[in-house]
């Protein structure tokens, strides 16, 4: 049998290195344990980025715009999410006052930095009236279209806070007995219409609370003056429009 002429393969073995000497299985445990370590380091470090600064927001509503502002109760996780206030049944857990008072509100840039040293994570809480904004709050679907019937017209809005479940349409302060006239002259006024004027509050973005994330639906015009408000008559027809008109959802279960 002929030999068929031609370059034969070569089979080239590599030596396998095996470290000189055997290695521990706790030096394998805490090796492991500092990749984990470093992993999780990198993580929480990452998630610290993405956290707002609520005490760099509080002194922005503080001093740049004259906002009195102090901190609310939060959220607690111990048993599920819920208002860390006594109140089992609270109704807006975590975006609400308790200690210190409403009253405790004010723009101090000492008083304000002191709260969020100590609770840099707790919620911004406004302090609706005086010198300060007051609020219409409405459902969000609601609000939606109240925000289109007003552009619709014309009419000029300032900032829009916005929860998952209820949108505000700050306003310009108002008194009780203006209040009262505007809601007078309505055939009907639903009671999902809420009203934050003196004595009342309002939580500021980025907040959170019982209801999610509070944010800007409209947010403000970037600079250090407070931003410029609409007065109230300017938007209760319009939010009362979008509360009663077709498909509104009068009747059902208040939100």
């Known amino acids: ?13 590599r030596p396998v290195k095996f470290p000189a000497r055997p290695v521990k299985p706790s030096t394998l445990l805490r090796q492991a344990r500092r990749a984990v370590g470093t992993l999780t380091a990198t993580a929480i470090n990452e998630r610290k980025k993405r956290r707002p600064d609520m005490l760099s927001e509080a002194l922005t509503y503080a001093t740049a715009w004259r906002w009195p502002v102090l901190p609310g109760v939060g959220l607690t996780t111990g048993r599920g999410i819920r208002c860390a206030c006594p109140d089992p049944e609270c109704t807006v857990p975590g975006a609400h006052p308790f200690e ?32 300060a904004p007051c609020a ?32 505000s349409i700050l306003v310009a302060p ?12 309505q055939d009907f006024v639903p009671g999902s219409l809420r009203f934050h004027g003196d004595g009342g509050y309002l939580a500021l973005p980025p907040s959170r609370t019982g209801q999610g994330q509070v944010r800007w639906e409209r947010a403000p015009l970037p600079g250090s003056a407070a931003p410029w408000v609409p007065d109230v008559e300017a938007v209760v027809d319009a939010v009362v429009d979008a509360l009663t008109g ?7 279960p208040e939100v």
Do not use: C, K
């Not at 969000?140 to 929860?163: E, K, W």
């Not at 108002?174 to 002259?185: P, V």
């Not at 077709?246 to 059902?252: A, E, I, K, M, P």
């Open 100 to 131: 210190p008072g409403l009253l405790a509100a004010t723009t101090d840039r000492r008083m304000v930095g002191w709260w969020w040293t100590n609770r840099p994570t707790a919620p911004v809480i406004l302090a609706t009236g005086g010198h």
């Open 246 to 252: 077709s498909g509104s959802g009068v009747g059902t």
């Open 174 to 185: 108002y008194t009780m007995e203006q209040l009262g006239e505007l809601l007078y002259a």
């Open 1 to 13: 049998m002929r030999e068929i002429l031609g370059r034969r393969p070569r089979f080239l073995s």
């Open 136 to 167: 219409v709050s409405l459902p969000a679907l609601a609000a939606s279209r109240a925000l289109h019937t007003l552009d619709r017209r014309g009419i000029r809005l300032g900032p829009v806070i916005a929860t998952p479940a209820r949108w």
